[in-house]
């Protein structure tokens, strides 16, 4: 594989990493987020099926979802839903960083710009959601 593979493998794993985190908090939202959390889990479908596509048309072949992920806080009411979800964004971030450094091409560079530019903004949503300030980053991606 090629960095560029190796770092779209990355973005998939994370992707594959996001649903599953969504599929939990999911239980746990409230109902006036719960648009906001479909919404985010098509997004991050989408995003993965496309980083998905791009490693196979580089003839890599994209990482399986796992049976299962840890999630960095147990899920229990909204606010740790909330606390997951923006670890999601953030682990997403970086891989769609990572990409973006590391992309052979313009159309790859393109899905790291356009993943790190979603997670970054649902990000700041759920900073916003969680009373954080600043709801953004100077450089997302960037631990």
Excluded at 6 to 26: P, W
């Amino acid at each position: 594989m090629s960095e560029t593979t190796d770092a779209l493998k990355v973005v998939v794993a994370s992707e594959h990493a996001a649903l599953f985190t969504y599929g939990v908090i999911t239980a746990f939202t409230t109902s006036t987020r719960r648009k906001t959390v479909d919404e985010f889990t098509a997004a991050h479908r989408a995003a993965r099926d496309t980083a998905a596509e791009a490693m196979r048309s580089a003839g890599a072949t994209p990482p399986d979802q796992e049976p299962g992920y840890v999630l960095p806080v147990k899920v229990t009411d909204p606010v740790s839903a909330a606390k997951v979800a923006l670890a999601a964004e953030t682990d997403s971030a970086v891989a769609y960083r990572s990409l973006l450094e590391k992309a052979g091409s313009p159309a790859v560079r393109q899905i790291g710009l356009d993943g790190l530019t979603a997670c970054a903004s649902r990000a700041a949503q759920w900073r916003a959601a969680l009373k954080q300030s600043p709801y953004t980053v100077a450089l997302p991606g960037s631990r």
